[in-house]
T-cell receptor
Framework: DQQVKQNSPSLSVQEGRISILNCDYT??????FLWYKKYPAEGPTFLIS?????DKNEDGRFTVFLNKSAKHLSLHIVPSQPGDSAVYFC?????????FGKGTMLLVSP | DGGITQSPKYLFRKEGQNVTLSCEQN?????MYWYRQDPGQGLRLIYY???????QKGDIAEGYSVSREKKESFPLTVTSAQKNPTAFYLC?????????????FGPGTRLLVL
């Protein structure tokens, strides 16, 4: 039973436009959410996080939105750049461990 | 430079053989984790350790073993009991053991079966 779901396996966006990556969760106990970026054959890199007491967190071009009632979070990247092309993982926590989604591959074309 | 190192980058295992993957961190982090990634899948937790000489099973611990004799090191042994060991293995660490800790990852080890 997947507790963290990323329903879009892939997303294609043009350079300069907005990328929106989505993530849904089922466990209402989750209270901390993270996004990681991963290139092939490398470890994931932490991007941004949000706790359940907030509904938005920004860091440069990256913004994460949390809708607790819908159990949904999204990562917005504005403007998208070709170097953003990677797999993005959503992760959630309510204890000392993280539960990951299956990832969304983002392709940003020039 | 502080970080997490994993070695080797590639590892080959023969049938019936145990192999050990190395993970070292110099971030002075208390907690360390091992994950497995399969193609098209997310990261699944194998084992984690919140303190030296203590560790807990994750979601897919069968066929794996770990030790935590030093704060800096958390080696993972893939035993012959693991029937499908081919995967990308990732080690991570976090500074604390609380509920809202960010985990930082090493570069990974790809294990292949000969």
């Amino acid at each position: 039973d997947q507790q963290v779901k990323q329903n879009s396996p892939s997303l294609s966006v043009q350079e300069g436009r907005i990328s929106i990556l989505n993530c849904d969760y089922t466990n209402s106990m989750f209270d901390y959410f993270l996004w990681y970026k991963k290139y092939p054959a490398e470890g994931p890199t932490f991007l941004i996080s949000i706790s359940s007491i907030k509904d938005k967190n920004e860091d440069g071009r990256f913004t994460v939105f949390l809708n607790k009632s819908a159990k949904h979070l999204s990562l917005h990247i504005v403007p998208s750049q070709p170097g953003d092309s990677a797999v993005y993982f959503c992760a959630a926590s309510f204890s000392s461990t993280l539960t990951f989604g299956k990832g969304t591959m983002l392709l940003v074309s020039p | 430079d502080g970080g997490i190192t994993q070695s080797p980058k590639y590892l080959f295992r023969k049938e019936g053989q145990n192999v050990t993957l190395s993970c070292e961190q110099n971030l002075n982090h208390d907690a360390m984790y091992w994950y497995r990634q399969d193609p098209g899948q997310g990261l699944r937790l194998i084992y984690y350790s919140q303190i030296v000489n203590d560790f807990q099973k994750g979601d897919i611990a069968e066929g794996y073993s770990v030790s935590r004799e030093k704060k800096e090191s958390f080696p993972l042994t893939v035993t012959s009991a693991q029937k499908n060991p081919t995967a990308f293995y990732l080690c991570a660490s976090s500074s604390g053991t609380g509920r809202r800790e960010t985990q930082y990852f090493g570069p990974g080890t790809r294990l292949l079966v000969l």
